[in-house]
Nanobody, 122 residues
Framework: QVHLVESGGGLVQAGGSLRLSCIVSGGSFRPHAMGWYRQAPGERRELVAAITSIGITNYGDSVKGRFTISRDNAENTVYLQMNSPKPEDTAVYFC????????????????WGQGTQVTVAS
């Protein structure tokens, strides 16, 4: 059974930095596409960033130039480096994985983590 476990969330000051990690475990699943979504209270879940196994990336408009997604295929882990976060980045961040990049970008991935809270203080 495939599990995605996020870590690294917490409280960060605006303008600081934070790195989220997500490891995929269980079986021999090596997802082609991985990504991060976030959901703030009362808001829809939105794509933060996605990455393929060969390093092709996509970013949500609100985080371009500030956040960087990367992955370690050998460790089956995806990271989200959050630089210069803003209070509006406060949300629960979810890791996701799927064989299809289209599914990750659409939010219809097969596998999701439980989420990690990120709070950005002003």
């Amino acid at each position: 059974q495939v599990h995605l476990v996020e870590s690294g969330g917490g409280l960060v000051q605006a303008g600081g930095s934070l790195r989220l990690s997500c490891i995929v475990s269980g079986g021999s699943f090596r997802p082609h596409a991985m990504g991060w979504y976030r959901q703030a209270p009362g808001e829809r879940r939105e794509l933060v960033a996605a990455i393929t196994s060969i390093g092709i990336t996509n970013y949500g408009d609100s985080v371009k130039g500030r956040f960087t997604i990367s992955r370690d295929n050998a460790e089956n882990t995806v990271y989200l480096q959050m630089n210069s976060p803003k209070p509006e980045d406060t949300a629960v961040y979810f890791c996701t994985a799927d064989p299809s990049l289209v599914a990750v970008k659409r939010g219809t991935s097969e596998y999701w983590g439980q989420g990690t809270q990120v709070t950005v203080a002003s």
